[in-house]
């Protein structure tokens, strides 16, 4: 007997989102492969958020509205994800949009490689900032998203019964969600599969976490990454150039984060790189940084980099 065809459920957290979920919602609706439902969790927004998704919910049934009070993102993803049915689940934030096509080419990706998600490619679109697509690479799962090239909410599709295997989002997380969640799914055994089309469109508001790049928020960015080498380090899934490379997107991560937190980025350092570890040379990691950073460590380096007023390199 043929198995049921696969299904997909969209989760949307909203919060104070009126000018942009309808947008959202919409651009689910109109998948040629349509969704069994659209759930929208509001997430104790104070504007006209949910008078628009009850209006979108009396206006098509597959729509269902969910309220309750602020409790971040990833809260909102759970609640939605509990009440989710498909064989697969879309995150989507409220002011993200879809292709038409997603979830057709996606499951069918999914389906064909026996994916537990599918990291997927975005186009991003952000005040004040040159529009750019962004792609996953295909290859060791673990570097790729030590060195974010492992797709993002809206860019993947997700199996639910694997992401309900490693407890959904994690609420603590106000940054690097996907990240977290990503590293939890491959250290379950997690499959991937890569769709580099651009499906999604991510649009960077003013004032949210994403566009405005904190100091915390580099320093979770560093950790979950960290962590996920430390991990496929111990377990023997990364080794060879394949070391050398997520090596080299930490130490640059903790470059990143060294500004706003010399004592965390020296932390991370000494836990997971070698000692005295000097990168390759790059348009990032210049030659005169990398021997300098050879002849006096990590440390020394930036600190003097700082101290003479140079920029990045």
Excluded: H
Aim: include cysteine; aromatic fraction near 8%; charged fraction near 25%.
């Amino acid at each position: 007997m043929d198995r049921p065809a696969p299904t997909v459920s969209v989760v949307v957290p909203c919060y104070n989102a009126e000018s942009t979920v309808r947008r959202a919602v919409a651009s689910a609706l109109a998948q040629t492969a349509p969704p069994d439902a659209v759930v929208c969790v509001d997430d104790g927004s104070s504007d006209g958020t949910v008078g628009v998704l009850r209006e979108l919910a009396a206006e098509d049934g597959r729509v269902r509205v969910l309220t309750g009070p602020n409790r971040g993102a990833c809260a909102a993803r759970n609640r939605g994800l509990a009440e989710a049915t498909g064989t697969y689940v879309q995150f989507l934030d409220a002011d993200d949009a879809l292709d038409a096509g997603k979830f057709d080419a996606q499951v069918e990706i999914a389906e064909r490689a026996g994916a537990d998600f599918v990291a997927g490619a975005s186009r991003y679109q952000a005040p004040g900032r040159e529009p750019r697509v962004d792609r996953p690479r295909a290859g060791n799962p673990w570097v790729r998203l030590i060195e974010k090239e492992l797709g993002n909410t809206a860019a993947n599709l997700w199996r639910r019964s694997a992401v309900e295997a490693v407890g959904g989002w994690d609420a603590a997380w106000p940054s690097s969600q996907e990240a977290d969640l990503m590293a939890r799914l491959l250290k379950n055994g997690a499959a991937v599969a890569y769709d580099l089309e651009p499906r999604a469109t991510v649009y960077g508001q003013e004032g949210s976490i994403s566009f405005a790049f904190s100091g915390p928020n580099r320093e979770r960015y560093a950790r979950v990454r960290a962590d996920a080498l430390a991990f496929a380090e111990a377990q023997g899934l990364v080794g060879g150039a394949d070391l050398d490379d997520a090596r080299e997107a930490l130490f640059n991560a903790l470059r990143w984060l060294y500004p706003s937190n010399p004592e965390a980025a020296l932390e991370i350092y000494r836990r997971a790189l070698p000692a005295r570890y000097v990168p390759p040379v790059s348009a990032f990691n210049t030659r005169p940084y990398v021997t300098l950073s050879r002849l006096v460590g990590f440390d020394r380096a930036e600190r003097l980099r700082r101290a003479l007023g140079r920029g990045d390199g």
